[in-house]
Structures are given as structure tokens and as C-alpha cells.
């Protein structure tokens, strides 16, 4: 059983910054990938990024340049360094892991950014 517990959302203006973060429980999320997802009110939940066991990222291309995920396996934990905010990126991010055949979600964490 792994449990991912989101923090760091809020309200921020565009072009300011916030850093979210997903404390994973489980011995073994070091060597899962984990992934931050978004979805926002009427759309369809949309991976943002992700970050292989072997620290390799990927972003959606709506992001790149101005988030980046990155993790601390010592303390089970993945970030979400996001940059230059837009109007755009308001939604609820939800972090996730795949493991053992189960799609493990957060509760998630509301992120608005004001015009």
C-alpha cells in the first residue's frame, strides 16, 4: 500500500512561483516513477511531468521551460518547481506512482493563479 500526501498549492498571481510536493509513504516508492498530473474545472486530468527511479524527466510541452519536477529518495518525497506562472496552469495537481498493477493518486493540491 503507498500513500501520497500533496502540499504547497495556493493562490499566486501570474508569473510568480510555487513549489508543490508529494510525500510518498512505502519503502519502495524510491524505485517507482512518480508523476504530477492537473486537471482543471470541465477538463480531463493531463500528466504534467514525470521522474523515472533513474531521475529522468519529462514534461508536457505546455510546461516546459518553466516547471521542474525533481525527487529526494531520502525523504520520499517529489517536487513541483513551478515558474512563471499563467492563468492557465489553475487547477488541482494530484501526484502519482504506478506500482505492483495499482495507480496509487493524492488527494490533491489547488493551485490558482490570478490574471
Known amino acids: 500500500q503507498i500513500q501520497l500526501v500533496e502540499t504547497g498549492g495556493g493562490l499566486v498571481q501570474a508569473g510568480g512561483s510555487l513549489r508543490l510536493s508529494c510525500v510518498a509513504s512505502g519503502s519502495t516508492c524510491r524505485f517507482n516513477g512518480m508523476d504530477w498530473y492537473r486537471q482543471a474545472p470541465g477538463k480531463q486530468r493531463e500528466l504534467v511531468a514525470t521522474?523515472?527511479?533513474?531521475?529522468?524527466?519529462n514534461y508536457a510541452d505546455s510546461v516546459k521551460g518553466r516547471f521542474t519536477i525533481s525527487r529526494d529518495n531520502a525523504k520520499n518525497t517529489v517536487y513541483l518547481q513551478m515558474n512563471a506562472l499563467e492563468p492557465e496552469d489553475t487547477a488541482v495537481y494530484y501526484c502519482?506512482?504506478?506500482?505492483?498493477?495499482?495507480?496509487?493518486w493524492g488527494q490533491g493540491t489547488q493551485v490558482t493563479v490570478s490574471s
Open positions: 502519482h506512482t504506478f506500482y505492483d498493477y495499482h495507480d496509487y
Open positions: 521522474i523515472s527511479a533513474a531521475f529522468r524527466t
